[in-house]
T-cell receptor, first 113, second 113 residues
Framework: QQQVKQSPQSLIVQKGGISIINCAYENTAFDYFPWYQQFPGKGPALLIAIRPDVSEKKEGRFTISFNKSAKQFSLHIMDSQPGDSATYFCAASRENYGQNFVFGPGTRLSVLP | NAGVTQTPKFQVLKTGQSMTLQCAQDMNHEYMSWYRQDPGMGLRLIHYSVGAGITDQGEVPNGYNVSRSTTEDFPLRLLSAAPSQTSVYFC????????????FGPGTRLTVT
């Protein structure tokens, strides 16, 4: 019940294209769903996050879509750029368990120039 | 602010040796945690702390000890290193205000031979 599944494992997109990464969870008690971006040799950095009271959140070229009934959420990167090439992790957490994040296995995104 | 700092960046240990990974933050954050990152498995929580003097176990605590004597520091101790502990270790911190947003350190790459 604690698992967060993530797909695809790797993704190659042309510059200007749309990158889509999907995640699914089982525990309905999760109430916070962040996406982290990690560049080689660096720690993960928070990219964007959503709570289940909204179905979509957009920040610049990054959008999270959330489907509570399906227990799925996805990250869309519009107009993908070579600088977006990184590993992306979805995660989930519960209120009052602020440090107990469960992470997906990650998606390595390569954006070709 | 330096943010979250970790030392050392790299470490090689022999099986059975012990060592301490250091983590410090200068943001006066109450919450601190340790994760390990292994290929294809995302980040897994080892131990976490919700304030000085308070620690708790995460998903994979065996073989590791922590203590939190100050708000700033949260060291991770490997008691008797094993090859299975070869990994990249990340420390993270977050404030009590919006405690979901975690700030990660740059990581320590540990190899146990």
């Amino acid at each position: 019940q604690q698992q967060v599944k993530q797909s695809p494992q790797s993704l190659i997109v042309q510059k200007g294209g749309i990158s889509i990464i999907n995640c699914a969870y089982e525990n309905t008690a999760f109430d916070y769903f962040p996406w982290y971006q990690q560049f080689p040799g660096k720690g993960p950095a928070l990219l964007i996050a959503i709570r289940p009271d909204v179905s979509e959140k957009k920040e610049g070229r990054f959008t999270i879509s959330f489907n509570k009934s399906a227990k799925q959420f996805s990250l869309h990167i519009m107009d993908s750029q070579p600088g977006d090439s990184a590993t992306y992790f979805c995660a989930a957490s519960r209120e009052n368990y602020g440090q107990n994040f469960v992470f997906g296995p990650g998606t390595r995104l390569s954006v070709l120039p | 602010n330096a943010g979250v700092t970790q030392t050392p960046k790299f470490q090689v240990l022999k099986t059975g040796q012990s060592m301490t990974l250091q983590c410090a933050q200068d943001m006066n954050h109450e919450y601190m945690s340790w994760y390990r990152q292994d290929p294809g498995m995302g980040l897994r929580l080892i131990h976490y702390s919700v304030g000085a003097g308070i620690t708790d176990q995460g998903e994979v605590p065996n073989g590791y000890n922590v203590s939190r004597s100050t708000t700033e520091d949260f060291p991770l101790r490997l008691l008797s290193a094993a090859p299975s502990q070869t990994s990249v270790y990340f420390c993270a911190s977050s404030s009590g205000l919006d405690y979901y947003e975690q700030y990660f350190g740059p990581g320590t790459r540990l190899t146990v031979t």
